[in-house]
């Protein structure tokens, strides 16, 4: 069943990665999973590293290994802003497997508390969510 479309798009500091309508958005905030449907309500969301899903249609879904971020939906229109997002067939697991084990190495070595132990966390469950991604 087609559902009513709506513009999404996806920035990072890189610049842009996706700008086109969808019929849903699928992504993980700071309170949990959450869908966007045309329509929605407003809403400002923190975004967690996880799976960015943008269905173009119910068989039709892009795909990507999202960091964290911001999602704006207000004026039915979708705004993503992300420090990175990957396709999934563009990820190498290598090297994701390496960052990660730098990432906790770094968190193991920083001071509790500090603002080098957050950042390491921080990279730490963004290359584990990548790693789902990758399969």
Same mark, same amino acid.
């Given at each position: ?65 999202? %960091? +964290? !971020?911001?999602?704006?939906? #207000?004026?039915?229109?979708?705004? /993503?802003?992300?420090? @990175? $997002?990957?396709?999934?067939? *563009? ?19 920083? %001071? +509790? !508390?500090?603002?080098?132990? #957050?950042?390491?966390?921080?990279? /730490?469950?963004?290359? @584990? $969510?990548?790693?789902?991604? *990758?399969?």
């Amino acid at each position: 069943m087609a559902r009513t479309k709506f513009p999404a798009e996806v920035l990072t500091p890189e610049g842009e990665l996706f700008n086109e309508e969808v019929e849903m958005l699928s992504t993980h905030t700071a309170l949990g999973s959450i869908g966007i449907l045309a329509n929605h309500e407003p809403v400002l969301a923190l975004l967690e590293p996880t799976e960015l899903r943008l269905y173009r249609s119910e068989s039709d879904i892009v795909r990507f290994a999202q %960091a +964290e !971020g911001y999602l704006q939906f #207000a004026e039915n229109r979708a705004l /993503v802003l992300v420090e @990175e $997002a990957i396709a999934p067939d *563009a990820l190498d697991r290598a090297t994701v497997e390496t960052r990660l084990t730098e990432a906790r190495a770094a968190a193991e070595r920083a %001071a +509790e !508390g500090s603002e080098e132990a #957050a950042r390491a966390n921080r990279d /730490v469950r963004r290359y @584990e $969510a990548f790693l789902k991604v *990758a399969g």
